[in-house]
């Protein structure tokens, strides 16, 4: 078949040593030339519209410069040494609590890469002072990133719910159990791990120092109320202030004036050793705007973000080639015209995904295979929700997985590492992922639990 | 390949965005793909994008000039770039009901605008109903001075702003998967859509309920390149048309029926709907009518009138 | 990154600025756009209607602009787990090719991004699929706006040289698009640039290498005698 073809070429490509971004984009433009009637025209708009089509991609280079700012303006440092004094001491306590942040930010969060982006180098950072090697640390992170899209909110349920009408709210309650149960294991591995291994701790420092830490970081700690707040509203008080993607940006600002105005590590009112208070150098207001400071943080966030973005926005062209050959529809129609079971239906669903999710970014994948399976699904009486739920859970397996895995190449790129040392450092934490496939395919219940509890039992039509 | 396109057939992308099989225009866009690849075995041979898999609204009609897509249906706003004319549609109570739309898009003037931008290399084909927008929030809507204050999420369009300032509202753009979230926690606190949006995209979920305003038109416009239809052979060109139009009218006759059943299905679901008596509906209309006079000059003021005297008669 | 990039001389120091200054700004105007519009919807119940769309905007720009100076500072993401076990004399020849196909990308991308913006300027495409054949008769598409970003007073005059007269309402499309051939444009220079640079044997590849950095690394790590 022509698409394998397509497939070795992009393996081979980036062998050779091609940025994987131009392995993606152009194998893909080859393909389409040889293939099909695409024009380049529409191969260089494809690129364009990567970005000013994809506004819920604007997290990424927010999420980026909001820790570019942390990490340079000390908010970052101080709150490492937050988390080493409350869980440093336990086995494993680093790397569950990188766990907690993600599953907390992917609350927070609707996309799996800026979960990455957000909590990884910081938690990566801290990881590795207090000793846990720095695959450990990746492995870890990049996993319980794929989260984000999971616990709710999450753009690619919002995508499905929209493809199959089922409810968005439903969708949303679906993914709690599953999300907690899937930090869950990976929680327990971690422990697992740490005591088998004897994994790095350190001595437990009191709680005086609790305190002041705690204390020392509260500004950048505040910044998850901030959020929070901004997101959800406070009942009775006010609405929710933002959305997701805005979040991002509202994160970018707080972490400039925390690192700038309050801990003055970085910025105008930075002089060598000592920091300058605001009112005696009020012009800072003006000046931290065009500090070469602040033009450095820019700066290395915008580079990863320019690395990433052009990664993703060739892949959206690889997603071009399979949507106009209609690739995966001849996959799901060949195997689903075998006609299966219910049991051997959801086997071929999740091969399927896996495979499709090795190639193409989640949302445009669903977008093409749930309309695809929904209908088999209904007659063969499985559940939508569920159905919603197992796709959702081998996106994220495909975000971790070879070739194309946008949480592997975040990762990559935040934690320095080269990408087949991520891939490796992954693995262990990828079959507690794959196992949690296993679960949730097979065990309805804990999918339509919630929202049946809480939105009564679902009408199915047609 | 699922469609079961030949060597030998000219290929047709028809590229949109809602599902393939419930929201009307989705159906349209099955159906006239399955007539044609019936009727027209060895000859035309359509390809249905559904779900902006292949393009959304915003770059379809960029990549329809450059010929990369043959049929598309954009809403008619989308057409505002080319001409203001078709900001008709946008204009707050310029028609009744559905009937009315259809009446003023079949006569003279209605016709005219399908041709209106063939200087720019569009050719307008068929018009295809969605249905009236209705307006809802997270409080009881029943006259204007409850939407003052308000944030809307809006298709962002010169006349949806003026019709949001109208009625002292802001108009808010926003991406498109982010609206849900968005009503759900106050973000925004309404939008305004047809029925079929409303339920396809369960935005019903999150607001108090619905208000029947029925007072814009959401419809579309199905749309090819004058240099991709030029390049036609007369007789498969005619034969596509007839089909085209053949679907047009079975499927805009039942419109209503599929907008009624979205409109069922809210209820269904347990979300409150709100009709709006004469004196009521009077003052939405007597708020938001001001904005004809800003936008008479481009979309002319004899085509308001020739819509007005159809109006008239519904 | 271990070895940052150096320009060399007064006019590589000025255009290594200009480039960073670019990126800087960019992304921080998407952010302040964005933040303001936040606070003008809560705070003062309103908009910037053409918030999202400049943001996004500024975000193709900032990308687009900034793959070329990613070449250059050798930061794209790439595999060099292969290239590693060849000795250095066949790793040359590998970059060497990778650095063909990379030149061949930036040439049919440059191709389609001018064939893509030409006609939104007034300006004719180019013929044949593969390959530019000479220009070809295109419909101009110039009156193309976007949905709400305005026109500047100061660019009034583009109405006259692209629009036949026609005053612009809103800004054309063929501004915010001009990231397509001019970000491209600037790939093919920077690639062609590093190509030379790998002959030369002052470069060694495409991507960043992270592998000779993690055994640096490893090392030091060890000297801390954890
Ligand atoms: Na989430
Ligand atoms: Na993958």
């Known amino acids: 078949m022509d698409v394998i073809l397509l497939f070795v070429l992009i393996i081979g490509l980036m062998l050779l040593g091609v940025p994987i971004a131009i392995a993606l984009g152009l194998s893909s433009t080859l393909f389409l030339l040889w ?117 709710p909110p999450s753009i690619v349920m919002v995508v499905y719910a929209s493809a199959t009408d089922v409810s968005v709210g439903r969708m949303f309650l679906a993914g ?97 050793e000592t920091r300058i208070p605001l009112w005696k150098k009020p012009q800072a207001l003006v000046t931290a705007f065009f500090h070469p400071g602040t033009r450095d943080v820019l700066l290395e966030a915008g580079r990863l973000t320019i690395t990433l973005m052009f990664i993703i926005a060739n892949a959206l062209i690889l997603k071009h080639v399979l949507t106009d050959e209609q690739i995966p529809q001849d996959i799901a129609g060949a195997m689903l015209d075998a006609g299966f079971g219910k049991i051997m239906f959801l086997v071929i669903v999740n091969v399927i995904l896996l495979i499709g999710g090795q190639f193409m970014e989640p949302s445009g994948l669903i977008l093409i295979v749930a309309p695809l399976v929904f209908p088999i699904a209904i007659e063969l009486g499985v559940d939508p929700i569920h159905l919603g739920v197992i796709m959702v859970v081998n996106m994220e397996i495909g975000m971790i997985t070879p070739p194309v895995g946008l949480n592997l190449f975040v990762t990559s790129g935040v934690a320095g590492m080269s990408m087949m040392r991520v891939v490796r450092a992954a693995l262990p934490f990828l079959a507690v992922l794959f196992v949690f496939l296993i679960i949730v395919t097979y065990v309805p219940w804990i999918s339509t639990w919630l929202p049946t509890l809480m939105m009564g039992p679902e009408v199915i039509l047609r | 390949d699922p469609a079961g396109c030949d060597d030998g057939e000219t290929v047709v992308k028809f590229s949109h965005v809602t599902n393939a099989d419930k929201h009307p225009k989705g159906i349209a866009a099955s159906l ?3 007539r044609v690849n019936a009727e027209m075995e060895g000859t035309m041979c359509v390809e249905v994008y559904p779900n902006s898999t292949l393009y959304d609204d915003d770059v379809l009609l960029e990549a329809m000039l450059q010929g990369d897509v043959q049929l598309g249906a954009p809403s008619l706003s989308k057409f505002e770039t080319f001409t203001k004319v078709f900001q008709i549609f946008d204009l707050p109570f310029m028609f009744k009901n559905i009937a009315a739309v259809d009446e003023f898009q079949a006569s003279e003037t209605g016709q005219a605008m399908k041709a209106s931008m063939e200087r720019r290399g569009l050719m307008g084909l068929e018009f295809w109903h969605n249905g009236l927008k209705q307006l809802s929030a997270n409080k009881p809507l029943l006259t204007p001075e409850d939407a003052k204050g308000l944030k809307f999420r809006v298709q962002p369009s010169d006349v949806i702003i003026a019709q949001m300032e109208a009625i002292g509202a802001s108009a808010q753009p926003m991406a498109f998967a ?74 805009n006759a039942a419109v209503n029926d599929v907008d009624m059943a979205a409109r069922q299905a809210i209820l269904d679901a347990g979300s409150e709907i709100r009709a709006l008596d004469d004196t009521q509906r009077q003052a939405w209309v007597d708020a938001m009518k001001p904005v004809w006079d800003q936008f008479a000059e481009g979309v002319g003021q004899d085509n308001i009138d020739a819509a007005q005297a159809i109006n008239e008669k519904h | 990154m271990s070895h940052r990039y150096e320009p060399r001389g007064p006019l590589g120091r000025f255009v ?44 193709a720009w900032l990308v687009l602009l900034g793959v070329s100076y990613a070449v250059k500072v050798n930061a794209h993401l790439g595999v060099d787990a292969m290239i590693n076990l060849l000795p250095p004399p066949a790793r040359r020849i590998l970059a060497l090719v990778a650095g063909g196909l990379c030149i061949i990308y930036a040439l049919l991308l440059m191709k389609g991004a001018w064939d893509y913006w030409a006609p939104f300027a007034g300006y004719q495409q180019t013929g044949g699929r593969w390959f530019p054949t000479g220009f070809i008769e295109t419909r101009d598409r110039a009156f193309y706006e ?79 005698g954890d």
């Open chain 3, 16 to 59: 290594h600025g200009l480039e960073e200054n670019v990126i800087a700004i960019l992304l921080g105007l998407m952010t302040l756009v964005t933040f303001v519009n936040v606070v003008m919807r809560y705070v003062f119940q309103s908009s910037l209607i053409w918030g999202l769309e400049v943001t996004l905007a500024l975000f």
């Open chain 1, 176 to 272: 709690v159990v599953p999300g907690l149960l899937a930090g869950g294991m990976l929680m327990v591995t971690i422990l697992f791990f740490a005591i088998w291994k004897g994994m790095p701790r350190e001595k437990w420092q009191g709680w005086a120092e609790i305190w002041a830490s705690f204390r020392d970081a509260f500004w950048g700690l505040m910044l998850i109320v901030v959020i929070m707040v901004g997101l959800y509203g406070i009942p009775g008080v006010t609405k929710a202030i933002f959305t997701p993607t805005e979040a991002a940006a509202v994160a970018a600002i707080w972490s400039f004036i925390v690192a700038i105005f309050i801990y003055r590590d970085m910025g105008p009112l930075r002089d060598g």
């Open chain 2, 32 to 34: 006239f793909a399955e």
């Open chain 1, 35 to 151: 293939f099909s009637d695409t024009s380049l025209a529409s191969i260089a708009q494809t690129l364009y519209q990567a970005m000013e089509g994809h506004a819920t991609l604007l997290a990424i280079p927010f999420f980026i410069l909001a820790s570019s700012f942390m990490s340079t303006g000390g908010v970052a440092q101080r709150i490492i040494r937050f988390s080493i004094a409350c869980v440093g001491h336990l086995p494993g306590g680093l790397a569950i609590a990188g766990v907690f942040a993600c599953m907390m930010f992917a609350a927070l969060s609707g996309s799996s890469p800026a979960t990455v982006v957000a909590i990884g180098s910081i938690v990566i950072a801290a990881m590795r002072q207090v000793g846990y090697s720095k695959d450990f640390a990746a492995g870890v992170i990049c996993n319980a990133g794929t989260l984000g899209i999971l616990i």
């Open chain 2, 178 to 251: 982010e609206v849900y979230g968005a009503l759900q926690t106050g973000v925004v606190d309404g939008q305004e859509n047809a029925w079929s949006n409303i339920y396809g995209q369960k935005f019903y979920e999150v607001q108090d309920g619905t208000t029947e305003t029925n007072h814009g038109v959401l419809d579309y416009m199905v749309v090819a390149s004058t240099d991709w239809l030029d390049s036609l052979d007369p007789a498969v060109k005619d034969q596509m048309l007839t089909i085209l139009n053949e679907v047009t009218t079975e499927r």
């Open chain 3, 146 to 224: 976007t949905e709400q970003i305005p026109m500047p007073g100061f660019l009034a005059w583009m109405g006259d040289v692209f629009n036949q007269g026609e005053a612009y309402e809103k800004m054309p499309r063929l501004i915010p698009y001009f990231a397509l051939p001019l970000g491209v444009a600037l790939l093919l220079f920077r690639l062609l640039q590093a190509v030379w640079m790998i002959w030369t044997g002052e470069r060694a590849s495409l991507i960043v290498s992270h592998e000779a950095e993690d055994a640096v690394e490893d090392v030091s790590h060890m000297n801390r």
